[in-house]
């Protein structure tokens, strides 16, 4: 049973996305193919922490199966939003300009493994 | 294109500008130790639009050519341009914690914009088509441009035309076939030693009489008969020494203002987008006044938060953050800064589309938001040295610090809480000084614009008239007492 992400929160079946080593586990060990995800930051007027670092993270969480493109450069399964904090700016400004499937951050509270798994989830989209 | 911070400081290198600092010619002003804080500071406007994390407010798509532009070169197409034009100076101001220049070019730019659409409108000249040309130049080289507003004044109770001297205000001396000349000066320019040109523009409302002074025009700042004449600042020579006692030793304090002298500069046809046009000067000036008093909350909001972290360090090296009069004060001081923060977005949401199809923020809040920069800096300002303590004022040299005799001295009696050297203290305790005294104030005061020019707008603005009648209504009385 898939259940989308709220913005609040996950809210799905646990063993949903059981994708890996673990849900929680430190790294991505997907047996599916390496993905195109367009990276895209807010412009960081005031961010609430460094989102350069937490993006790091994510992507070292994907082990190597994500391949980051920018959103100039299609196609890509998603596209991860970083935004700086709670306005998320850039969110707003790509849900209503664009179909594509958003999987958006607004802090850095997140196991970043949670949110590979969400890029992974084609069900799954914060838009 | 200039891209990178290295193509900047180059193209600044080749420019070979007849600059002047403490009355000695400057060969290379991309290499004067002097400037070289404020070419930092400028130079972050090309070095963020690089990166990915930050390209979003530093960028913009032109709608001239549909490229990929800077954002201190593009027009604004909505209010959500607005709005990121202030997020974008309050982010730039975290990494310079100093003005970075580019947004004086910037406002006169969509102050040209909104204004020759609107001449050509009434008097069909050719002014807009003309300066649209212009602009999609800025936009693909993406150079830096002086705001060129502010002319010397001379007697402030004299109109331009009636000065003993008339070169106190920039004027047009000669018409020729290929364009104009002009002499005269602009007074207190942002970033002008470190500029490719200057887009100078009337400084007041001009009457029929003036039509002289009435000129929008773009010139290269190396242009023959231009001298730049760089301005003295609170302690600047200590940024010659660079380490600790420059305080921010990286950048600037202000921006790099300059006097710049027009003797007999020749401006061909294609560089002008005013010529006595007299009736337009009052709306020009009004909306650079606007667009420019716009910012202050952006980038004087990211440098109070700047202010604000170096003193709860301050008093966290010395063992009074716990304090509960300290976090007091500092609560203020966010309070005061995310004020003017609100107030330049406000003016910015509240902003509309003018006949040109430019976006243009709310006059009054415009306004509103720089009279409160010249308050509330201030008193972040004072908050600062009080949290701080009287140790910004007294504090020894670096090279006392460093000295083979009194060095020890130093270090044992500017010790704080223990773990935090010394060296780390002091280095907090002068940034605190460098941001919040002198220079720096002055610039919070009167830069857009003097308090009493804000004031005025309050006046033609406010709706008194209005606000009588509400409060008659309410109190039950007449409309006619």
Redesign the interface.
């Known amino acids: 049973v898939c259940r989308r992400w709220s913005r609040n929160g996950l809210v799905m079946d646990p063993g949903y996305l059981n994708l890996g080593k673990g849900r929680m586990g430190n790294s991505f060990n997907s047996a599916h193919a390496k993905i195109r995800v367009a990276?895209?930051?807010?412009?960081?007027?005031?961010p609430a922490y460094d989102?350069?670092s937490y993006q790091e993270r994510i992507a070292a969480a994907a082990a190597g199966h994500i391949e980051w493109v920018?959103i100039e450069n299609p196609p890509f399964e998603a596209v991860l939003v970083?935004n700086g904090c709670h306005r998320a700016?850039?969110e707003k400004?790509l849900a209503s300009e664009h179909q594509w499937r958003i999987i958006s951050v607004r802090d850095d509270l997140a196991d970043p493994i949670l949110i590979v798994k969400k890029l992974f989830n084609r069900e799954v989209s914060d838009d | 294109m200039i891209k990178t911070k290295e193509e900047y400081i180059n193209s600044i290198k080749q420019l070979k500008a007849n600059v002047y600092y403490r009355g000695k010619r400057v060969e290379d002003a991309s290499a004067h130790p002097a400037f070289i804080p404020h070419i930092n500071s400028a130079a972050k406007t090309y070095e963020m639009a690089l990166r990915p994390e930050f390209e979003d407010l530093l960028t913009a798509t032109s709608h001239l050519s549909g490229k990929k532009i800077s954002r201190f070169t593009h027009i604004h197409q909505s209010v959500d341009d607005l709005i990121k034009k202030v997020q974008m100076l309050r982010l730039i101001a975290h990494e310079t914690g100093s003005c970075f220049q580019r947004c004086v070019g910037f406002d006169a730019l969509n102050a040209t914009y909104m204004t020759t659409y609107d001449i050509d409108r009434k008097y069909e000249t050719n002014y807009f088509e003309r300066f649209k040309e212009y602009l999609k130049q800025v936009q693909e080289k993406n150079i830096m441009l002086v705001g060129g507003m502010t002319d010397p004044k001379g007697d402030r109770s004299k109109r331009p035309s009636q000065q003993v001297d008339r070169d106190l205000f920039t004027r047009i001396v000669e018409r020729r076939e290929d364009g104009v000349v002009v002499s005269g000066a602009k007074a207190h320019q942002t970033g002008a030693v470190n500029s490719h040109e200057i887009l100078i523009l009337p400084t007041q409302s001009m009457g029929e009489e003036d039509k002289d002074y009435a000129i929008i025009a773009a010139i290269p700042l190396d242009t023959k008969g231009i001298t730049l004449i760089f301005g003295r600042q609170t302690n600047e020579e200590r940024k010659l020494e660079g380490g600790i006692d420059s305080g921010n030793p990286e950048f600037g304090m202000v921006g790099g203002e300059a006097l710049i002298i027009f003797e007999n500069v020749f401006i061909p046809w294609d560089r002008i987008f005013m010529c006595g046009e007299t009736d337009f000067t009052g709306i020009l000036v009004e909306r650079f006044a606007t667009l420019h008093r716009q910012n202050y909350g952006g980038c004087k909001g990211g440098v109070s938060d700047i202010i604000i972290g170096a003193s709860a360090l301050a008093s966290q090296y010395q063992g009074t953050l716990g304090a509960s009069h300290v976090k007091d004060k500092l609560i203020e001081m966010m309070h005061l800064a995310e004020s003017v923060f609100a107030g330049s977005i406000a003016c910015s949401a509240m902003g509309s589309k003018t006949a040109s199809g430019a976006f243009y923020p709310d006059t009054l809040l415009a306004n509103c938001t720089k009279h409160n920069i010249t308050r509330n800096i201030y008193e972040i300002a004072r908050l600062a040295h009080d949290v701080a303590g009287g140790i910004i004022a007294t504090m020894p040299f670096e090279d006392d610090l460093k000295s083979p005799e009194v060095g020890k001295h130093v270090e044992k009696y500017m010790a704080g809480v223990d773990g935090v050297s010394s060296e780390t203290r002091m280095k907090i305790i002068r940034l605190i000084e460098t941001m919040t005294g002198g220079t720096a104030l002055a610039e919070s005061m009167h830069g857009a614009g003097s308090p009493q020019s804000q004031r005025v707008m309050y006046q033609r603005l406010g709706k008194l008239g209005e606000k009588m009648k509400l409060a008659k209504k309410l109190a039950k009385i007449p409309e006619k007492d």
């Open positions: 990276l895209k930051y807010c412009g960081g007027c005031d989102r350069v920018s970083i700016c850039k400004d």
